[in-house]
């Protein structure tokens, strides 16, 4: 990694340093590796470590590094391939997805997943907790809201707290006949249970998938995923579905 001069570059000092860094990611630097620390680049490329942040920063978004816990700042595997189509209007919950359930609570949901799932502010639903992993990397956690009158049959299931009372109230979901669903995306930060789950740092960049799950009656789940923004990349095809495919553009590079 050589040092550049940045102050001649009509473009912001940080974007110009996020490109040098770029190409020295692909040409001195293994996957995993962990980076020199900030001091140590800010004075190698003449910069400030304000700048230099901004830069790391970008780079982490794009998925090219990863901060992690007691390690550093290292460079990022290429993005895993994690198909979330949601075309095929079924029910959550397939074991060939890779979704490991952990837990399933009965706790009031925020305000506006209340809302989307029509129920009074306070009103307790069920909220199962799940983990996605896939080549045995963890790359999504989501929580999947279900209220009572969705899994009536619940009531009579004698199934402990945590992975079995997950599986119960999933199995009783799937009892029910699937109209359809909706489905969203939106760039956020990770909170700090996903955040640890994860394997990322609070504040970490995430995707936020939100499908909602339609009987004839109405909204029957709410779904609120959290995928790793380093790992996963979205996209859209165009039956409308949603998919996630290994990034190739470092490769082609």
């Not at 004698?158 to 992975?163: L, T």
Request: proline share 6%; with cysteine; glycine share 10%.
């Amino acid at each position: 990694m050589g040092t550049t001069q940045l102050e001649t570059v009509p473009e912001p000092k940080y974007w110009h340093l996020k490109t040098v860094l770029s190409e020295a990611l692909d040409q001195d630097f293994a996957v995993g590796e962990v980076l020199p620390n900030e001091r140590e680049l800010a004075a190698r490329f003449g910069v400030a470590r304000a700048t230099l942040r901004q830069a790391l920063e970008q780079l982490e978004l794009e998925g090219r590094l990863q901060r992690r816990r007691g390690v550093g700042t290292t460079v990022a595997p290429p993005r895993v391939g994690v198909a979330v189509d949601g075309a095929r209007h079924d029910w959550p919950g397939d074991a060939g997805e890779g979704w490991q359930p952990v837990d399933s609570v009965e706790a009031a949901p925020a305000a506006a997943v209340a809302r989307l799932l029509g129920v009074d502010a306070g009103t307790r639903v069920h909220t199962v907790r799940r983990i996605r992993v896939t080549q045995g990397q963890p790359v999504a956690a989501e929580l999947l809201y279900v209220p009572a009158a969705s899994v009536p049959g619940l009531s009579g299931i004698d199934a402990p707290a945590g992975p079995a009372r997950a599986r119960a109230v999933l199995r009783e979901l799937r009892r029910l006949e699937l109209d359809g669903q909706d489905r969203s995306v939106e760039l956020g930060s990770a909170r700090a249970d996903d955040a640890k789950e994860l394997d990322r740092l609070p504040g970490s960049p995430v995707l936020l998938v939100t499908t909602r799950y339609f009987t004839s009656e109405g909204t029957a789940a709410v779904s609120v995923a959290t995928y790793r923004a380093d790992t996963c990349r979205l996209t859209f095809g165009a039956a409308g579905g949603v998919e996630i495919h290994p990034d190739t553009s470092r490769q082609a590079s």
